[in-house]
């Protein structure tokens, strides 16, 4: 079972401000939730039985099939349909400008010689930075406000994006405070373990960018969910990392995939010159930006229909025990 833009809805009586909440409900109650209807209350016995064997099959119907449908299905050339591939495009193109940019910053850095040649290397190496500095700020705004629509959209099952703000009115100019708050706590344990694993032997780097890859979405679906980028903790993110551990972990493999492809395809380009190396890696950055909030969107939709189902089990329990104390009664 894929998305689809009809068979979810958002949960009614939200507010104005509270678009970005990823609390969805169906529009058809889950399937088993009016199963109590048919139970022989009269039979106490059989409608535990009942009740633990509903309990017992709801983790198969949801098994790794599903979730491999779910990550897998559509996912891949979504970076490349009609309705994203001018955002895909933008992408592509401002990660190929940026990455020779900030490489060149790094080799006047690193570059040696004499005093005054190494003067020049750092007033280079500043130049470079600011210069990419500005246009990483450019770009923020944008990657940004698309990031966070392909997820939002996502989230509410849709399967094409349909709600692109305008920039030219600044639409979504605010969205990238999430994502940065998002990057700079998540990277803030990998930053505070750096000295440790400076004394162990450990690139620090590598740290920091652990933490990122498996903070950053945890945080930033709990800043959503909280409608504020200054939460981090929403309880109910935090319990799907555990109550739906085989959707988190399929998450974050092919998350890592994609990191590993990116570094992979960076070192083996390295060879071929600085142009080709930017071409390279730049159309993977650009093109795994939206394949990776694609990859969050479907997360989220899976845990908003786990919390529906959750709530629609706690509604029939509470039911089923209404109706057996009444029994009990009679």
Known sequence: MTPSENNIKPRQGRAEDDEYALRIEPDSPPAGQNAGSNRDLGDRERLVEQIVAEEEAAPRSAGGATLRRLFFSGTFAFPFGLDVLAQTLSLMFAAVVLVPVFKVALWFGGAGGGPFAGVAMAVGSMLMCALGGIFLLACIVPASAWGLTILRDT??????IKSW???LAFEGVAESVYLLAGAIMAAV?????VPLCNWLGIPGVWVVAVSELFLFPVFLLSMLENTTPLNPFAPAIWRSVFSQWRAW???FAMTLGLAGVVVLTDFGSRFAGLFWNAMATGLLLGAGWVFYFRLLGRLAWHCSLSWAD???DESACEEDGGRLSSGDET
């Not at 989230?155 to 094409?160: K, N, P, Q």
């Not at 344990?189 to 373990?193: D, E, F, K, L």
């Open 165 to 167: 703000p305008n920039l």
């Open 249 to 251: 972990g399929m998450f």
């Open 155 to 160: 989230s509410y099952g849709g399967e094409t």
């Open 310 to 312: 959750e709530e629609s």
């Open 189 to 193: 344990p990998g930053s505070m373990a």
